[in-house]
Structures are given as C-alpha cells and as structure tokens.
C-alpha cells in the first residue's frame, strides 16, 4: 500500500503528540515492517525541520527527524508541474494542495492525515485511525 504522509501525522510521531502518538507510531511501525510504503513531499520536510527545531530548540533533533524520515520514505519532488497542478486544484489550504498534487503525480493509493478538510482530491484522505484499521 502506497502512502503519502501528511506533515500533521509525522508530527505526531516525532514530538509525540497526546492524543495522536500512538496512531501515528503505529504507522511509523508499518512503514519499518514494510506494510505500508510511505512518501512524503519535500516541501513538508522543510516543515518539519522547522517545527521540530522550535519545539525542541535543537537543531540535532531536527536533523535527526529528517534522517529518521529520509531512512523510510521516498520524497515527492515539488516543482513547478506539482505547484502548476495545486494551483488548478484551487484548494483554500495550498500546502493541502501541494499534497494533494503530489499524490496524484506519485500516483498513491491514499494520503494520511488529521486534515481530513482535503476533500477537493481524488486521492482517498485517511484518518491514521482508519489507516491502522486497514493494516
């Protein structure tokens, strides 16, 4: 199962964010057993560094998340064809857009995310709760 990995749900799992970690960790499991083979776009790279570093104040942490991440999951190019294509989806989130994009050009067989407001894509968005459930 092809999987693209929202930022929100990455966060999860490295800051351990109460409610959502377990979920989160649960999928993070899936994609070191190889049950589930996960992309995440560039673009929610830089996000994550960014966060990763303010929350923790650390920049080794930040460097560490992305090299957990780079270690599991393919990266979507963002270029100007993916940032051409979310403009045409005129979603009210670009960044929601740009994954969306991303997906579709990938191709994956769904997006996992708590934004589940993404319902302009053709590309099947899943809660991580319903993820793990199809495990």
Do not use: G, W
Not at 41 to 49: E, G, P
Not at 98 to 126: G, H, K, M, T, Y
Request: aromatic share 6%.
């Amino acid at each position: 199962m092809k999987i693209l990995f929202d930022t929100n749900v990455l966060l999860d799992a490295l800051l351990n964010r109460e409610p959502f970690v377990n979920e989160a960790r649960t999928l993070m499991q899936a994609v070191d057993r190889e049950q589930i083979i996960a992309y995440v776009t560039a673009t929610t790279l830089t996000d994550i560094f960014y966060i990763v570093r303010k929350h923790t104040k650390s920049y080794q942490q930040a460097n560490q998340a992305l090299t957990k991440i780079l270690s599991s999951m393919e990266v979507c190019q963002v270029d100007r064809k993916i940032i051409e294509q979310a403009i045409v989806l005129d979603c009210k989130d670009f960044e929601d857009a740009i994954q969306i994009a991303c997906a579709i050009a990938q191709p994956v067989d769904a997006i996992v995310s708590r934004n589940l407001d993404l319902v302009r894509s053709s590309i099947p968005i899943l809660s991580p709760l319903e993820l793990c459930e199809q495990l």
